[in-house]
C-alpha cells in the first residue's frame, strides 16, 4: 500500500508561553511539528519541546522570513502553518485527514478563522471568515516577504474547507495598542520605501472609512459593545498608520 502523505505543522513564536501550548495539543497528532522561536524570554521553548524536539531558536528577520525559515525545517509532504495563538478545531482536523488521505487534490487550502476577542467569537465587521491559506504541499507554497500582514502564495491550485481555525489573537486593549504601534510602524516604513504617501486627509477620512467599513457596513454593531470597540481600534490603527507615513514624508 502507498503510504499515506506526511503532514508538518510549523509554527513561529516569540514569548507565548499562555498561548502555545493549546495551539500544539490541537496539532499533537501531525506526523511533525517543528517551532521557530525568536528568542522568547519566558517559558515558550520549554513548552514548544513538550511535544517536539524541532525546536530552533534563531534571531527574529521578519514575519515572512522566519515562516519561511520554518518551512525550510519541514520534511513532511504537506505543511500546516499557524501561528502561537491558533487553535485547530476537531472539525478542520478531519477535513485535513481527508485531504492527507487523498493526496489532494488542490496544492493549497484556505481555511475560515474565528477571532476571539474578550471571550467571545466575533462575527462581523468582516471579522468572519477571515479566510487563511495554512495547508499546502511542501514546496509549493510559500510566504511572500512583507512587512506585516504576510500571507502564503501558493504554485497550484487553491481550494477552501470548512472545518475552522480558532484566532485568540488580543489579550486585551494594551496588548492591541502596543501590536499597532508596532505593526503600523512596519507597514509605514514598507510604504515609504515604495513610493506611497499620505496626505492630511487621510489622517480623517480613511480611519472614518475603516471604522464606517466596520460598523455600519460589515455590521459590527451586532456584536454589541465588541463591535464598537474593535471597529474604533481598527480605525485608530489606521490613523496612526497613514500619520507615520505622513510624518516619514512630509514632517
Known amino acids: 500500500m502507498t503510504p499515506r502523505p506526511r503532514l508538518s505543522v510549523v509554527v513561529v ?5 499562555e498561548r502555545l501550548r ?29 511535544f517536539t524536539d524541532r525546536v530552533v531558536v ?35 482536523r478531519s477535513e485535513i485527514a481527508g485531504v492527507l488521505a487523498s493526496d489532494g487534490p488542490a496544492d493549497g487550502y484556505a481555511v475560515p478563522r474565528r477571532n476571539i476577542f474578550w471571550g467571545r467569537w466575533v462575527r462581523h465587521g ?12 511542501r514546496g509549493r507554497g510559500r510566504f511572500v516577504p ?5 500571507s502564503v502564495s501558493v504554485d497550484g491550485r487553491v481550494e477552501r474547507l470548512v472545518g475552522h ?8 486593549v494594551s496588548d492591541f495598542l502596543a501590536r499597532a504601534d508596532r505593526y503600523s510602524t512596519l507597514a509605514a516604513d514598507e510604504a515609504v520605501a515604495q513610493g506611497r504617501g499620505a496626505r492630511v486627509g487621510d489622517l480623517l477620512l480613511r480611519p472614518l472609512g475603516r471604522f464606517l467599513a ?7 454593531f451586532l456584536d454589541g459593545w465588541r463591535g464598537f470597540l474593535l471597529a474604533t481600534l481598527y480605525a485608530y490603527y489606521v490613523l496612526i498608520r497613514a500619520a507615520k507615513i505622513w510624518e516619514r514624508t512630509k514632517g
Open 146 to 150: 512583507r512587512a506585516v500582514h504576510e
Open 214 to 220: 466596520m460598523y455600519v457596513v460589515g455590521r459590527g
Open 126 to 137: 468582516g471579522l468572519y471568515p477571515d479566510w487563511q491559506v495554512r495547508l499546502f504541499r
Open 165 to 172: 481555525l480558532e484566532h485568540r489573537s488580543y489579550r486585551d
Open 58 to 92: 534563531r534571531p527574529w528577520p521578519g514575519y515572512a522570513a522566519q515562516k519561511n525559515a520554518a518551512l525550510d525545517l519541514a520534511t513532511g509532504d504537506w505543511a500546516l502553518s499557524l501561528d502561537a495563538d491558533e487553535v485547530v478545531s476537531p472539525e478542520l
Open 13 to 17: 513564536t516569540r514569548d507565548e508561553e
Open 22 to 50: 493549546a495551539c500544539l495539543e490541537s496539532v499533537a497528532w501531525a506526523d511533525e511539528i517543528v517551532v521557530v522561536d525568536a528568542e522568547s524570554e519566558d517559558k515558550t521553548v520549554t513548552i514548544a519541546r513538550e
